[in-house]
T-cell receptor, first 114, second 115 residues
Framework: AQSVAQPEDQVNVAEGNPLTVKCTYS??????LFWYVQYPNRGLQFLLK??????LVKGSYGFEAEFNKSQTSFHLKKPSALVSDSALYFC????????????FGIGTKLQVIP | DAGVIQSPRHEVTEMGQEVTLRCKPI?????LFWYRQTMMRGLELLIY????????DSGMPEDRFSAKMPNASFSTLKIQPSEPRDSAVYFCASSSNRGGGETQYFGPGTRLLVL
C-alpha cells in the first residue's frame, strides 16, 4: 500500500522568508511524487512532480521540491514567500509500477504573513 | 482547452433526493477520477476510469453511490438517496497516459449540501 504524510496542519511564514512544507511517503516500488495547490473555492492545481532524474525539481510560481530517497521525503520549498502563496498544499504519491491511482496527503495550510 | 468542466457548481438538496453530478474531462485524456473532499477526511478517491471503463471503485462509500462514463467526454456521479453526510465538495479530474507520472487536472468542483 502507498501512503503520504504531511506532518504539519499549518505552516506560518513571514513574507519574503523561505518556506518549507514537509511530505514523507511510503510505496513498495519507485515513487512518482507530486505537489498540488488549492486556493479557496477552487480545484487542485498541479505545481510539480518527480518521476526520475535530478532530485531537485522545479515547478510553477518559483516552487521547488527535493526528493530524498533515504529519508523518503519530498519537501516543497520556495526561497521567498509571497502573500499570494497562502493556500492549501497537497503532496501525492503513486507507485511507478502501479496504475493511475494516486494517494493524496491530508494537506498543509500555508499562511504567509505580510 | 477549457479544462475539466463540472456541473453544477453548487447543489442544495433535501435528504432522500437523487443527486447527479456531471463532468467533462479534457479532450484526449483517457483517465477520469472522482474525488470527494471534506474537512474531516480530506481528499478521497471514489472511483476512476480508464478508456471509459471503471478500474477501481473501492473508494465508493456505499451502494447509494454510482458512477458512469458512457463516452470519452462525459461522466456522472449519482447519489440516490442522498444523506446529510454526503455533503462535501466533489471533484472530477482527468489525465492522459503518456510519459509516466501523469499529471491530474482538476475541475472546479461541485459543492453539495444535503439538508
Amino acid at each position: 500500500a502507498q501512503s503520504v504524510a504531511q506532518p504539519e496542519d499549518q505552516v506560518n511564514v513571514a513574507e519574503g522568508n523561505p518556506l518549507t512544507v514537509k511530505c514523507t511517503y511510503s510505496v513498495s516500488g519507485n515513487p512518482y511524487l507530486f505537489w498540488y495547490v488549492q486556493y479557496p473555492n477552487r480545484g487542485l492545481q498541479f505545481l510539480l512532480k518527480y518521476i526520475t532524474g535530478d532530485n531537485l525539481v522545479k515547478g510553477s510560481y518559483g516552487f521547488e521540491a527535493e526528493f530524498n530517497k533515504s529519508q523518503t521525503s519530498f519537501h516543497l520549498k520556495k526561497p521567498s514567500a509571497l502573500v499570494s502563496d497562502s493556500a492549501l498544499y497537497f503532496c501525492a504519491v503513486r507507485d511507478s509500477g502501479g496504475y493511475q491511482k494516486v494517494t493524496f496527503g491530508i494537506g498543509t495550510k500555508l499562511q504567509v504573513i505580510p | 482547452d477549457a479544462g475539466v468542466i463540472q456541473s453544477p457548481r453548487h447543489e442544495v438538496t433535501e435528504m432522500g433526493q437523487e443527486v447527479t453530478l456531471r463532468c467533462k474531462p479534457i479532450s484526449g485524456h483517457d483517465y477520469l477520477f472522482w474525488y470527494r473532499q471534506t474537512m474531516m477526511r480530506g481528499l478521497e478517491l471514489l472511483i476512476y476510469f480508464n478508456n471509459n471503463v471503471p478500474i477501481d471503485d473501492s473508494g465508493m462509500p456505499e451502494d447509494r453511490f454510482s458512477a458512469k462514463m458512457p463516452n470519452a467526454s462525459f461522466s456522472t456521479l449519482k447519489i440516490q438517496p442522498s444523506e446529510p453526510r454526503d455533503s462535501a465538495v466533489y471533484f472530477c479530474a482527468s489525465s492522459s497516459n503518456r510519459g509516466g507520472g501523469e499529471t491530474q487536472y482538476f475541475g472546479p468542483g461541485t459543492r453539495l449540501l444535503v439538508l
